[in-house]
């Protein structure tokens, strides 16, 4: 049995509003899928987490066509859990079979990121994992990121940080910001980042909760 970690990147035409809106958006973080069940009787029905702006997810969530339904539950200030009943697009359906033919298994998360792309890990035979590179559709394009055996741990090592998070600490350590004592502001992060020192600290603040938290308790 062969793993595959893999990124895929979207067509502006074939990203889902939501995602488009993580992408757009310095309120979203991160939107991973839990669970998620296809049904041919009526809408498919999926469990999300969000970080980032609760109500901003939610207000996306309720405007976008195909949510028939969703229920957004608060875990904190800035995370969030969201049942999401929807109409799946062609596109969806299509790259959903491309990756969930026989052989193959998806092993959630599936993480969609602030850049827009999505991060997935599928198992199965080589020859499974071949074809469903293969079937992806033309809307979506694949960067295979590792082909191995799946031994259950978990993708990368250390803190899970957002491609946005990695950029504010980068920006940080480049300015100065955690020097001792401290030689960058607040101030020149954001610059760094082009956005308010407002969401800069928030991007920090998310960062170092991930890298802390990584640090006490590095088991899944």
Not at 44 to 66: I, P, V
Not at 172 to 190: F, H, K
Request: negative net charge; contains cysteine; charged residues 30%.
């Amino acid at each position: 049995m062969k793993s595959m970690r893999c990124t895929l990147r979207f067509e502006e035409s074939a990203m889902h509003p939501v995602h488009r809106r993580i992408a757009e958006d310095d309120a979203f973080v991160r939107d991973q899928l839990l669970f998620g069940h296809r049904s041919e009787a009526g809408p498919d029905t999926m469990l999300f987490y969000a970080e980032g702006d609760c109500e901003a997810f939610a207000d996306a969530l309720a405007a976008t066509d195909r949510i028939v339904d969703h229920e957004v539950r608060p875990l904190d200030e800035s995370s969030c859990y969201a049942y999401v009943r929807e109409d799946m697009s062609e596109f969806d359906v299509r790259l959903q079979e491309a990756f969930e033919g026989p052989g193959l298994l998806v092993v959630p998360p599936v993480e969609f990121r602030s850049d827009g792309t999505a991060r997935l890990t599928v198992v199965g035979e080589p020859a499974a994992l071949q074809a469903a590179l293969e079937d992806v559709p033309a809307e979506a394009s694949v960067d295979v990121e590792r082909i191995g055996e799946y031994d259950g741990s978990p993708p990368g090592t250390g803190a899970d940080l957002t491609d946005r998070q990695r950029e504010a600490a980068a920006a940080a350590l480049e300015v100065g910001y955690y020097d001792v004592p401290r030689s960058g502001s607040l101030e020149a992060v954001a610059d760094e980042l082009g956005c308010a020192p407002g969401t800069a600290s928030e991007h920090l603040r998310k960062a170092e909760r991930a890298a802390l938290a990584a640090a006490v308790d590095p088991e899944p």
